[in-house]
């Protein structure tokens, strides 16, 4: 078999997780197995690098910085194969240029537009295991670009595409994909399999498992892969095209919220150019609720944003007040958006009743919800959040003698 | 004109020092000229790489070392850039490979067999500083080569060479060449030109100033060079190929030699085995004394090893001892070598009498000396060498109303 293994910053972060890295990569060979291995940047390199770029310059171009970035992936690449031929395991580094990892020219979030598997394929056949600088590519004038954050499973993914891989392993240091936070809910289970459309809406809400990018590259290319831990390298969770459908398959919380509230807004243009604004200044916004006034002219408007840009976002709205025309706008900091996922909600009623009488019973009364085709979301205030995702994540997963 | 500048390690150590080069660089594109810029690792990077490589494994392959020390320049390059073009400068970096320097795959110590500048060109011809990083190549495998100790220099030297550069200044952080270690003799003289076979000569025998492979390539390709400080970019050092011919160029001091001395050998075959066997380790050897006993037939062999490898090869050498047939292997560590080098040594008688009435009012009575072309060397204790140094750059090189 042909196989693809990524391998995370944590799994890479001392000389024993390399070693021990090492030891997951030759037990695939002694299986007879060709391996094809990306890594990212040992332990916290790459941040250290991006503050590295900014204390020599406060204006960092994003080819130059990706230049600099990109030599974290490298030094891990070199460390790993040379700790596979140090093992006796016949192994060669190759960085993203090497590795015919074309991507577009975008600077700092480039796109992988082809992948020219030639090298890799020859050194395949020469009986060496392959490791890859993951994150990092190279546009069409030869310059080193770099794929953004989760750039390196992105990197294992496109490989496994273009290699036809049987496989694809993304090693990290949890076992897998939870029904919930198993660091917040302790009887969080563990799937088996879940559905790429589960795993993109999990990412979208928060899971911080497995980034967007790299999902929709797998679903678009049909790559099934499987997240399971470095430390164990026990079964993980497969993502793929079908998986069991359930009503629920997890409770995802984001507790990075912060509401806005724009208020004495004219309901029609106004409101435009409001959500005009947001998008011009690339803002993504989830939840979204208005409400009339009595006047039924003008009215509120509330949206959820990420708090650390909500201070910022405020003030770009309100430097614009007169040109939009409101009242007043303020911010609920420190909330929390707690959603549950599943490809079943689409044809079930009674997750929506469920989750909301859980809530209720821990006197959890949500002003803003919000649902989409597999997920409804709620927000709740911040100090909160903990307790009604253990709440919920029983409720839809608890074992039943338990409750 | 069109100028390749080339910063070492110590002159990029820090982000201060950083803007500092940036600015010689922008003064020297305000007095319009065209510039590539050559640039080392920052500090100590390369050395903690390497340590880095060894601490993963203590079998570190040359080709995976290659790829993680290029990292050091790679980082390098890429700060620069950022400075340069933060500052108003444009400046874009490029990598060993993208720069189009070629190499052969000796791996750790390859040298430019090729440079391919039509990057650069483009790059100069779109307004911008070219900012290359030093020590670094690319084999015809496309993989990545280092070029060895010095190896920034020559990356400079062959670009010069193969863009046709009218000037290629080596900023370092000494302000050229003196007639001895400035720190060691106060009132050392700082040359305004010496010519490669000097330099050449001086460089063997101990100077740190510049690499001998670099100084080899500029008098291969007749690259004339000037050595300055980044610290004040005033004039230093010109390298050219003739240069006004004086008795004494430099007193050259290397305070790293020990003498072994192998004795009761065979003056035929017995002593040709031991060269041999010193040829096989690759061990340089630069003062050898043969002395004949009272037999005739047998006799003693003495000769200069750098201290550091001395005991390493009284191992190899007493390992063969019955195979080479020899009586007693012994070493003085702690000696020193001082060194008179000059192009007008070929035709004056004077120097060595000059040299050793020198040492001798300072009670210094060498038993190993040894002549060259242009040089005369005398090996002395160590702690005798810095008085000896002073004392013979004096004599040379002093104003002639003080002496």
Same sequence: chains 1, 2.
């Avoid at 600077?107 to 020469?126: F, Q, W, Y």
């Avoid at 273009?162 to 009887?187: E, H, K, M, Q, R």
Wanted: glycine share 8%.
């Amino acid at each position: 078999m042909l196989i693809v293994m990524k391998f995370g910053g944590s799994s890479l972060a001392t000389n024993d997780r390399i070693e021990n890295v090492a030891q997951i990569i030759m037990n695939k060979v002694a299986e007879g197995n060709r391996a094809v291995v990306v890594v990212s940047a040992q332990g916290k390199t790459t941040d250290a690098l991006i503050e590295k770029g900014k204390s020599v310059s406060d204006m960092v171009q994003p080819r130059e910085n990706d230049v600099l970035l990109s030599a974290g992936e490298q030094m891990s690449s070199s460390l790993v194969a040379m700790k596979l031929n140090a093992e006796g395991c016949a192994a060669v580094s190759l960085l993203g240029w090497q590795a015919g990892i074309m991507t577009d020219a975008n600077h700092g979030n480039a796109s992988i537009t082809d992948v020219n598997a030639e090298r890799i394929i020859s050194e395949l056949d020469k009986g060496n295991v392959v490791v890859v600088a993951g994150f990092q590519g190279v546009d069409c004038e030869n310059d080193i670009t770099t794929l953004g954050r989760g750039g390196s499973d992105t990197t294992a993914i496109a490989l496994a595409a273009a290699l036809g891989a049987d496989i694809c392993y993304i090693y990290t240091d949890v076992s897998g994909v939870f029904s919930a936070n198993p660091s917040v809910a302790s009887d969080a289970v563990k799937h088996d399999e879940i559905s790429y459309d589960e795993m993109l809406e999990m990412s979208s809400l928060g899971a911080k498992v497995l980034h967007n990018r790299s999902v929709s590259m797998a679903k678009r290319n049909g790559v099934e892969f499987e997240v399971r831990s470095s430390f164990d390298d026990k079964s993980g969770t497969k993502i793929r095209k079908f998986a069991a459908k359930k009503d629920v398959t997890g409770i995802v919380c984001d507790s990075n919220i912060a509401m806005i509230t724009v208020s004495g807004i004219e309901c029609g243009e106004s409101t435009c150019r409001l959500f005009e604004l947001l998008a011009d200044k690339n803002i993504p916004i989830d939840v979204i609720i208005r409400s009339q006034g009595s006047d039924k002219s003008t009215g509120t408007v509330c949206f959820s944003v990420a708090s650390h840009i909500c201070g910022w976002i405020s003030d770009v709205i309100n430097a614009k007040k007169d040109e939009i025309g409101f009242d007043l706008i303020t911010a609920e900091y420190n909330m929390a958006k707690i959603s549950a996922v599943g490809l079943g909600l689409a044809d079930s009623c009674s997750v929506a009743a469920v989750m909301l009488s859980e809530l209720n019973a821990l006197d959890i009364h949500p002003r803003y919800i919000t649902t989409g085709e597999i997920r409804i979301s709620v927000i709740i205030p911040r100090f909160m959040a903990q307790e009604a995702e253990k709440r919920l994540n029983s409720a839809f997963f608890g074992k039943k003698e338990e409750r």
